[in-house]
């Protein structure tokens, strides 16, 4: 049974870099999957961020790109995201999951961190 | 990239069935049979209940059922019970391996 977990400060400075990281047990992200990242805004939507395939190859939201990175450390079995020049619009629960085809499909999840922005 | 749309609340009493539509475009909903269900209990990590427009994962009970019509999608829930009051989100598939979803409806079961 696949198990996500997200780490990282759950307080970011404006203008600063959010850091996550999204511990896998369970499974082997070499074995298979796209691993992604999803956000959810206090009282909004989800936002889905970026998936990444173990190889290391990349697809991010378009409205996010400039401001995103997603990478994969095989070794540790886990996942990050980053997201620089953070604002008051990036507070969120931040969620990790595993994407099955690049098409909408998260079939596992973590139980989300919630990160706020404030000097 | 706009969020599709859902209906902000729908509500229906214990043992009767409710729908949720997405309603996107021929950019995403329109052209894909990659729509996706989630069912978000505040406080706990959202579960997928329909992918691929209509296919329930194993273990999602058949009371969840979900179709397709042009740009808009359906999510039917029926037998209403108690524990299905969650939040709801629809998720398309968008081109150039991109993913948007709805802004979520509110479900309660009176």
């Known amino acids: 049974q696949v198990q996500l977990q997200e780490s990282g400060p759950g307080l970011v400075k404006p203008s600063e870099t959010l850091s996550l990281t999204c511990d896998v047990s369970g499974y082997s992200i070499s074995s298979g999957y796209y691993w992604a990242w999803i956000r959810q805004p206090p009282g909004k939507g989800l936002e889905w961020i970026g998936s990444i395939h173990h190889s290391g190859r990349t697809y991010y939201n378009p409205s996010l790109q400039s401001r995103v990175t997603i990478s994969v450390d095989t070794s540790k079995n886990e996942f990050s995201l980053k997201l620089s020049s953070v604002t008051a619009a990036d507070p969120a629960f931040y969620y990790c999951a595993t994407d099955v085809s690049l098409r909408g499909f998260f079939d596992h999840w973590g139980q989300g961190a919630l990160v706020t922005v404030s000097s | 990239q706009s969020a599709l749309a859902q209906p902000r609340s729908v509500s229906g009493s214990p043992g009767q069935s409710v729908t949720i539509s997405c309603t996107g475009s021929?950019?995403?909903?329109?052209?894909?049979?990659?729509v996706s269900w989630y069912q978000h209990h505040p406080g706990k990590a959202p579960k997928v209940m329909i992918y691929?427009?209509?296919k329930r994962p194993s273990g999602v009970p058949d009371r969840f059922s979900g179709s397709k019509s042009g740009n808009t999608a359906s999510l039917t829930i029926s037998g209403l019970q108690a524990e299905d009051e969650a939040d709801y989100y629809c998720?398309?598939?968008?081109?150039?391996?991109?993913?948007?979803f709805g802004g979520g409806t509110k479900l309660t079961v009176l």
């Open positions: 021929g950019s995403d909903v329109g052209t894909y049979n990659y």
């Open positions: 691929d427009v209509s």
């Open positions: 998720c398309s598939y968008a081109g150039s391996y991109t993913t948007i």
